[in-house]
């Protein structure tokens, strides 16, 4: 690795290190949620975050909007939200006397999909191509999405009334799925206090911009160039592969699991300054890239085992490669 890659490493490990800070400063706590969330986002992946309402999962998002200083916009899911309120349609112009295309939400850097489970699956439909290959097909025609792009879902556990289950291809397009769990005792204080001061109205009109779209696609350069050894691919590999012999689980992970594990774990060793990837990234990230990808048995679910439960199963299965801080 050359001289000047390393300085650019440590810089953007900085630069990185600075949206985390300032995340901080609006969205107090959930430390594991903003680290997942911005190794996807620099790893040209989706993420899903999932959690019961009241959480912030919204705050994040729009947090995250601002600091990276990107084009955001939001479509609230709906029952009755039809395709082409996401992608835009043609409509004609009686002036000009004819068919116009009106661009869609999805037309944009950072799209907040909130509440994604709240519309059917012929809404989600809309999305599948969008978030594999960046464009969208209406009558005949290909619109491209100029990159960076970036769908963040937020969905709700507990509730089942006016909800719809993600189909399994839309929930594999997602990188990562993230759960937002109550703060700690003492975060939550700090929440409150936050919002005893007045000045909390005016935090997040107050957050700084550290990126811009042209930085965003640098930093997702730099990742691809940090290195993954030959011990570490095989130990992702393995990982994969054993989801889909346990006995817990009917459905394992696909290859596009081992991908996202790959991806992201090189953002975590670009964050933290490093020019590897070393096994403690890989296994950070398992429970996220896994657990919207498998289904587990129906005896599983009659004794009340979670995905993560099974995932924690399948990690302690794996040998790790050794690691003594260098390259392996």
């Known amino acids: 690795m050359t001289q000047a890659l390393s300085k650019k490493i440590e810089a953007l490990a900085q630069t990185l290190q600075d949206i985390r800070s300032e995340v901080a400063r609006v969205f107090i706590g959930q430390d594991e949620l903003v680290t997942g969330t911005l190794a996807a986002l620099f790893s040209r992946g989706h993420v899903l975050i999932e959690g019961v309402p009241g959480l912030g999962k919204t705050l994040l998002v729009r947090t995250l909007g601002k600091i990276l200083g990107a084009h955001f916009a939001r479509i609230q899911f709906t029952p009755d939200l039809m395709p082409s309120d996401i992608t835009g349609s043609h409509i004609y112009n009686q002036k000009e006397q004819k068919f116009v295309f009106v661009r869609g939400p999805i037309f944009t850097n950072l799209l907040l999909a909130d509440e994604i489970n709240r519309s059917p699956a012929k809404t ?29 879902a937020t969905q709700n556990p507990v509730e089942s009334e006016g909800t719809y289950a993600l189909p399994e291809a839309q929930l594999d397009r997602f990188l990562l799925k993230l759960l937002i769990n109550y703060p700690g005792e003492a975060d939550e204080e700090k929440i409150l206090r936050m919002h005893a001061s007045a000045e909390q109205f005016d935090l997040i009109e107050n957050v700084k911009a550290l990126l811009t779209s042209k930085k965003i696609l640098e930093v997702t350069d730099v990742a691809t160039q940090i290195q993954i050894s030959d011990p570490i691919i095989k130990y992702i590999n393995r990982l994969v592969r054993q989801t889909r012999g346990h006995r817990d689980i009917y459905l394992g992970c696909s290859p596009r699991a081992g991908i996202a594990l790959l991806r992201t774990a090189r953002v975590l060793a670009l964050m933290e300054g490093r020019e590897f990837v070393i096994p403690d990234d890989v296994k950070l990230l398992v429970a996220p890239a896994f657990r919207h990808r498998i289904v587990l048995t129906p005896e599983a679910e009659v004794e009340g085992r979670t995905p993560d439960e099974v995932i924690r199963d399948v990690v302690g299965s794996v040998e790790v490669p050794r690691s003594d801080g260098q390259a392996i």
């Open 124 to 152: 989600h439909s809309a999305l599948l191509e969008i978030m594999q290959e960046t464009q969208v097909t209406i009558d005949n025609r290909r619109y491209v999405i100029e990159p960076p792009f970036f769908v963040l």
